[in-house]
């Protein structure tokens, strides 16, 4: 599919939602995502998906095999050895990212890989179905949704790579790109866009969000197995538990006409307390719905 067919066909959605739904009645997100049809969501990948176990709850966290298939096997083949269990976020900068898993460096990795080739974008020579937010984008040419993760693309749409919005989940390395291991963060405050394609982004918070926003700030770490703050009780592939240990998460489809009809929600606010309307929302202001 041409970008400019496929720019086309969504501001030809987009005209149709605005002529039903003008600015002052459109349609407030939480309509759109309490009145969306069940066609217009979709389960949660339980067999690419990751629960974070803290002391104050459970980290959901899907995984992006899409744009990074060797990250995302090598995050779960590490989880399923128990590596990350008794470990800890052993760095937490306000605004910016909570960095997790063995700063000592001294755990065996047991299957897993001692150094990953960098993902951090996905080439491909036909254009991947994207629902498109902003064609504009000052990162990227294009920036929308693949699959319900944010993602940017280059203007032949021959490259495409994960955006750092609040939730993103990524791989850290040092200044090697082939170096990333065990290490991981996740996004937890201003998007740090100037971060996309430098990294591998492969995964993105679904549920308990709230439980890394109240990690320890300085968490003191020393090197060991006996004294952690922030304390990563374990993490599991969720297919893995058994069905009754499950969360049964959807998420809208991006692809659907609700999750359309949200974006321009979110471009131009219909809540009577706005009084102007800026009809653009960048890509990071855009959250996929769950339930």
Same mark, same amino acid.
């Given at each position: 599919?041409?970008?400019?067919?496929?720019?086309?066909?969504?501001?030809?959605?987009?005209?149709?939602?605005?002529?039903?739904?003008?600015?002052?009645?459109?349609?407030?997100?939480?309509?759109?995502?309490? $009145?969306?049809?069940? *066609?217009?969501?979709?389960?949660i990948d339980n067999d690419n998906t990751l629960y974070i176990k803290l002391d104050s709850g459970t980290v959901v966290v899907e995984l992006n095999p899409l744009l990074a298939p060797n990250h995302v096997k090598q995050l779960k083949t590490l989880a399923r050895s128990g590596f990350? =269990?008794?470990?800890? #976020?052993?760095?937490?900068?306000?605004?910016?990212?909570?960095?997790?898993? =063995?700063?000592? @460096?001294?755990?065996?990795?047991?299957?897993?890989?001692?150094?990953?080739?960098?993902?951090?974008?996905?080439?491909?020579?036909q254009p991947l179905n994207m629902t498109v937010v902003d064609p504009n984008d000052s990162y990227g040419a294009t920036t929308g949704f693949i699959n319900g993760f944010s993602v940017a693309t280059n203007q032949q749409q021959s490259q495409y790579w994960q955006t750092h919005c609040?939730? *993103?989940?990524?791989?850290?390395?040092?200044?090697?790109?082939?170096?990333?291991?065990? @290490?991981?963060?996740?996004?937890?405050?201003?998007?740090?866009?100037?971060? =996309?394609?430098?990294?591998?982004?492969?995964?993105?918070?679904?549920?308990?969000?709230?439980?890394?926003?109240?990690?320890?700030?300085?968490? $003191?770490?020393?090197?060991?197995?006996?004294?952690? =703050?922030?304390?990563?009780?374990?993490?599991?592939?969720?297919?893995?538990?058994?069905?009754?240990?499950?969360?049964?998460?959807?998420?809208?489809?991006?692809?659907?006409?609700?999750?359309? $009809?949200?974006?321009?929600?979110?471009?131009?606010?219909?809540?009577?307390? #706005?009084? $102007?309307?800026?009809?653009? &929302?960048?890509?990071?202001?855009?959250? &996929?719905?769950?339930?």
């Amino acid at each position: 599919m041409k970008k400019t067919i496929l720019l086309a066909s969504l501001t030809l959605m987009a005209s149709a939602m605005s002529v039903a739904h003008p600015t002052s009645i459109i349609r407030s997100p939480s309509v759109i995502v309490k $009145e969306a049809p069940a *066609a217009h969501w979709r389960s949660i990948d339980n067999d690419n998906t990751l629960y974070i176990k803290l002391d104050s709850g459970t980290v959901v966290v899907e995984l992006n095999p899409l744009l990074a298939p060797n990250h995302v096997k090598q995050l779960k083949t590490l989880a399923r050895s128990g590596f990350y =269990d008794g470990l800890n #976020f052993y760095r937490f900068v306000e605004g910016f990212v909570a960095q997790a898993g =063995d700063l000592s @460096e001294s755990k065996p990795i047991g299957q897993a890989l001692k150094s990953l080739k960098s993902e951090r974008i996905h080439f491909t020579k036909q254009p991947l179905n994207m629902t498109v937010v902003d064609p504009n984008d000052s990162y990227g040419a294009t920036t929308g949704f693949i699959n319900g993760f944010s993602v940017a693309t280059n203007q032949q749409q021959s490259q495409y790579w994960q955006t750092h919005c609040p939730g *993103a989940f990524a791989m850290a390395r040092d200044n090697n790109p082939d170096s990333a291991s065990t @290490e991981f963060y996740v996004v937890i405050g201003q998007a740090p866009r100037y971060l =996309d394609r430098n990294l591998t982004v492969f995964g993105q918070v679904r549920q308990g969000f709230e439980h890394l926003q109240t990690l320890k700030r300085r968490p $003191e770490t020393n090197g060991s197995t006996n004294i952690m =703050d922030n304390q990563i009780i374990s993490i599991k592939v969720a297919s893995d538990l058994p069905l009754k240990d499950q969360v049964k998460l959807k998420i809208m489809t991006t692809l659907s006409s609700s999750f359309v $009809e949200l974006i321009q929600s979110r471009m131009n606010r219909p809540e009577t307390f #706005f009084i $102007e309307r800026a009809n653009y &929302v960048d890509i990071c202001g855009v959250t &996929v719905p769950t339930k």
